[in-house]
């Protein structure tokens, strides 16, 4: 179990790796949502392997909360997306690294080394 998590959180950087490059831009604050983000000790290996400020919300279920505040606006309960904004996002929890950036570094070259066994066959 504890290596299908830290996969997550692999998977999760190297996603991040792929948008930097494509964007030239880089990650402050990740902003997590869904059942897995319950999860304290994922949350700040998440944070760990990132090297990146992690932060969890009241409302873990943000997508359903969304899809409903846009039928309220819908149905004329809110008079305009600014009327939304009240009911948004608010950080429960804030996960910071604990690991040493060369200690995530080497973690995260262990991933690479593994999926790179992987597609070759070794």
């Not at 950087?13 to 792929?18: G, H, Q």
């Not at 409302?59 to 606006?73: K, R, S, V």
């Amino acid at each position: 179990m504890r290596a299908a998590l830290e996969s997550v959180c692999y998977q999760t950087r190297d996603l991040l790796s792929a948008m930097r490059q494509d964007t030239d831009l880089s990650l402050s604050v990740l902003r997590v949502d869904g059942g897995m983000v319950h999860n304290d000790w994922l949350m700040q290996f998440l944070a760990d392997i990132l090297q990146t400020t992690v932060e969890r919300p009241h409302m873990q279920e943000t997508t359903a909360l969304g899809a409903a505040l846009l039928a309220g606006l819908g149905a004329g309960w809110f008079k305009d997306l600014h009327d939304i904004a009240a009911h948004c996002w608010q950080q429960e929890r804030l996960f910071t690294p604990r690991l040493t950036s060369a200690k995530a570094s080497q973690l995260y070259q262990g991933w690479q080394a593994a999926v790179a066994r992987v597609r070759t066959g070794a």
